[in-house]
């Protein structure tokens, strides 16, 4: 499952290196140029960090900052900052508005993605760990197995993006919608019962040999992993 990123910077030049450089590390992205923009794409898609200039046209990237923090949704998403060289009390003020850390321009494109990173890992630790774990079922990102109690469970690439997603929030129920959004893309057009098709195919295949079924379908709401069994 890559990570998303809402990069929120006027320069159409900085916006499109981000955008091809982000993308080639493995991130999802999108791009907004004012933080009018912005804030509209972040009400209809949440992003899992945002890139966000500082000197921004119509609503200020402080201001961006000020109204994702105060609302309850987007209060605890990771904001990166930019900020031109010079501005070191402007720094202080947009880590006081509440971003998590900053980078000043002009900056080399490594040390951005290695700060991104970090701020992920610190913040959203089930987007970017190499290996998610849920009662007896272990899945690794890196060589893409998943096993349960030590057994190989084999699983298509759908099935295994589908897992990846419900473990990193065990408990929580997804709709259908919202599971046809993050493993197929928020693009793509299946139908809904296609969704339910894949979640019988995982099922299956987690609960070979016997093993309870980890999954749980909530009527007329979706589906979740079970914390409760
Ligand atoms: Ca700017």
């Known amino acids: 499952m890559k990570p998303s990123i809402l990069v929120i910077e006027d320069e159409a030049a900085l916006s499109t290196l981000l955008e091809y450089n982000l993308d080639k590390e493995g991130f999802r992205?999108?791009?907004?140029?004012?933080?009018?923009?912005?804030?509209?794409?972040?009400?209809e898609e949440t992003p899992?960090?945002?890139?966000?200039?500082?000197m921004l046209p119509k609503v200020s990237g402080v201001e961006v900052c000020r109204q994702l923090r105060a609302r309850p949704e987007t209060r605890r998403m990771p904001i990166l900052m930019l900020t031109a060289r010079g501005e070191e009390t402007d720094k202080v003020r947009?880590?006081?508005?509440?971003?998590?850390?900053?980078?000043?321009?002009?900056f080399a494109m490594?040390?951005?993605?290695?700060?991104?990173?970090?701020?992920?890992?610190?913040?959203?630790?089930?987007?970017?760990?190499?290996?998610?774990?849920?009662?007896?079922?272990?899945?690794?990102?890196?060589?893409?197995?998943?096993?349960?109690?030590?057994r190989n469970v084999r699983l298509?690439?759908?099935?295994?993006?589908?897992?990846d997603f419900l473990m990193q929030r065990?408990?929580?129920?997804?709709?259908?919608?919202?599971?046809?959004?993050?493993?197929?893309?928020?693009?793509?057009?299946?139908?809904?019962?296609?969704?339910?098709?894949?979640?019988?195919?995982?099922?299956?295949a987690?609960?070979?040999?016997g093993a309870a079924d980890p999954i749980r379908?909530?009527?007329?709401?979706?589906y979740s992993l079970d914390q409760e069994r």
């Not at 493993?183 to 995982?202: A, I, Q, S």
């Not at 987690?206 to 040999?209: F, I, N, P, T, W």
Request: aromatic letters at 6%; glycine letters at 8%.
């Open 94 to 106: 947009g880590l006081d508005t509440g971003a998590d850390d900053y980078v000043v321009k002009p």
């Open 206 to 209: 987690l609960r070979e040999g």
């Open 110 to 150: 490594s040390e951005l993605v290695a700060r991104i990173r970090a701020l992920l890992r610190r913040t959203r630790p089930e987007l970017v760990e190499e290996r998610l774990e849920f009662k007896d079922i272990v899945l690794d990102r890196a060589s893409r197995r998943v096993t349960r109690s030590g």
């Open 170 to 204: 065990p408990g929580r129920v997804f709709s259908r919608e919202r599971l046809m959004d993050a493993v197929w893309g928020p693009n793509t057009y299946v139908e809904l019962r296609t969704v339910d098709v894949h979640v019988g195919r995982l099922r299956k």
């Open 48 to 54: 899992d960090l945002v890139v966000l200039d500082w």
């Open 29 to 43: 992205v999108a791009c907004a140029a004012d933080g009018e923009e912005g804030l509209l794409r972040i009400e």
């Open 156 to 163: 298509g690439p759908t099935e295994f993006r589908l897992l």
């Open 217 to 222: 379908t909530v009527r007329s709401a979706g």
